[in-house]
């Protein structure tokens, strides 16, 4: 049979379209693609953006991140679960969410009086030592541990000026649990209210003050309105860590360029979420708050007392009295104990 130049046409077109409909395939079926769950919500999307599209033009398009917020797929308290079971591919937390899983958990997210830094929670967290304690840990929870990303400001606020912890004694403060330990070893009353009740608790009276984050962070709950006396503890900056885990099997199918590619792009994400909560800080209007700082001794006195709470977690386990030893040791370093 002859064919027509026309016919010859058709079918070469349709020849082309159907090689280049097999090449999309494979380029699709090469492509791969991790479900990535943070705590955050809405707030960070314009660095969640950046982060996608650093990891898809570092691989050229072969490694995708597929992007959920805070509660969209799993609890926050799930996450170490969650990524050991293969849920999520990678999870970005604090590991308070998971202390009762992993023995670690409570100490590496921030124990009152453990740095007062970022270079030295930075320091501490890249010491071979404590990089190992934590790969360890997270390795038997059945995780890939893949590096920690750091928080800000986590000080006081209060209805009246504070020149030292004495003037704290006569005030309801607002604290979790383990600052509070620290607090009640100085007669200061504490109480614990969840972030959405600071605001009616401080302008009823509830509390005289609150320990919760940092100066945008009080602004965004509006308790400006309510007290203006901001004082910096030095008791624990940045007043968490974010840590990232990864699926083993999904880790070990990777290749070694994906790999350094996510570190890579995870240790850019971590970074542009500290700056933009050191932005936040900076960038709050003059005179929303009155700025005081606690007497030198007095924040030592707090790393002082904070040492009871390091002796409750280092007992838990011999990894994390491990990890106390590194702590003091730090802590002595730097003058604080």
């Given at each position: 049979m002859?064919l027509?130049i026309t016919?010859r046409?058709?079918?070469?077109?349709?020849?082309g379209?159907?090689a280049l409909?097999?090449?999309?395939?494979?380029?699709s079926?090469?492509?791969v693609r991790?479900?990535f769950?943070?705590?955050?919500?809405t707030e960070?999307?314009?660095?969640?953006?950046?982060?996608r599209?650093?990891?898809?033009?570092?691989?050229?398009?072969s490694?995708?991140?597929?992007?959920?917020?805070g509660?969209?797929l799993?609890?926050?308290?799930?996450?170490?679960?969650?990524?050991a079971?293969?849920?999520?591919d990678?999870?970005?937390?604090t590991?308070g969410?998971w202390?009762?899983?992993?023995?670690?958990?409570?100490?590496e997210?921030?124990l009152?009086?453990?740095?007062?830094?970022?270079?030295?929670?930075?320091t501490l967290?890249?010491s071979?030592?404590?990089?190992?304690?934590l790969?360890?840990?997270?390795?038997?929870?059945?995780?890939?541990y893949?590096?920690?990303g750091?928080?800000?400001?986590?000080?006081?606020?209060t209805?009246?000026?504070?020149?030292?912890?004495e003037?704290?004694?006569?005030?309801?403060?607002r604290?979790t649990?383990?600052?509070?330990?620290?607090?009640n070893a100085?007669?200061?009353?504490?109480?614990?209210?969840?972030?959405?009740?600071?605001?009616?608790?401080?302008?009823t009276g509830?509390i005289?003050g609150?320990?919760y984050?940092?100066?945008?962070?009080?602004e965004?709950?509006?308790l400006?309105?309510?007290?203006q006396?901001?004082?910096f503890?030095?008791?624990?900056?940045?007043?968490?860590?974010?840590?990232?885990?990864?699926n083993p099997?999904?880790w070990?199918k990777?290749?070694?360029?994906?790999?350094?590619?996510?570190?890579?792009?995870?240790?850019?994400?971590a970074d542009?979420?500290?700056?933009?909560?050191?932005?936040g800080?900076?960038?709050?209007a003059?005179?929303?708050?009155?700025?005081?700082?606690l007497?030198?001794?007095?924040?030592k006195?707090?790393?002082e007392a904070?040492?009871?709470?390091w002796?409750?977690?280092?007992?838990r386990?011999d990894?994390?009295?491990?990890l106390?030893?590194a702590?003091?040791a730090?802590a002595?370093?730097?003058?604080?104990?």
């Amino acid at each position: 049979m002859k064919l027509t130049i026309t016919r010859r046409a058709v079918l070469g077109a349709m020849a082309g379209a159907a090689a280049l409909t097999s090449i999309a395939t494979a380029a699709s079926a090469d492509t791969v693609r991790l479900r990535f769950h943070t705590f955050y919500g809405t707030e960070i999307d314009h660095i969640a953006d950046k982060f996608r599209d650093t990891v898809k033009d570092m691989s050229d398009g072969s490694l995708r991140i597929q992007y959920f917020r805070g509660g969209e797929l799993v609890a926050s308290d799930q996450f170490a679960d969650a990524a050991a079971k293969g849920t999520i591919d990678i999870v970005h937390g604090t590991g308070g969410y998971w202390s009762g899983q992993i023995d670690v958990g409570n100490i590496e997210a921030g124990l009152p009086g453990a740095w007062a830094s970022v270079d030295e929670a930075k320091t501490l967290f890249e010491s071979p030592e404590v990089d190992k304690l934590l790969t360890e840990a997270y390795a038997e929870a059945g995780t890939v541990y893949l590096g920690k990303g750091y928080g800000h400001n986590y000080d006081l606020l209060t209805k009246d000026p504070v020149t030292s912890l004495e003037d704290l004694k006569t005030r309801k403060i607002r604290a979790t649990s383990n600052v509070a330990k620290v607090l009640n070893a100085f007669g200061i009353p504490t109480v614990y209210l969840p972030a959405q009740e600071l605001y009616i608790g401080m302008s009823t009276g509830v509390i005289d003050g609150a320990i919760y984050g940092g100066p945008v962070e009080y602004e965004q709950l509006k308790l400006h309105e309510t007290a203006q006396n901001y004082t910096f503890m030095n008791m624990l900056m940045p007043g968490w860590t974010e840590t990232f885990l990864a699926n083993p099997e999904m880790w070990e199918k990777l290749s070694d360029e994906h790999k350094q590619i996510l570190k890579t792009a995870i240790g850019q994400f971590a970074d542009d979420i500290h700056q933009w909560l050191d932005d936040g800080n900076k960038g709050v209007a003059e005179g929303t708050f009155e700025y005081a700082t606690l007497p030198d001794a007095d924040s030592k006195a707090l790393t002082e007392a904070s040492q009871a709470v390091w002796a409750e977690e280092a007992a838990r386990s011999d990894r994390n009295k491990a990890l106390v030893d590194a702590l003091i040791a730090n802590a002595k370093a730097q003058g604080r104990l």
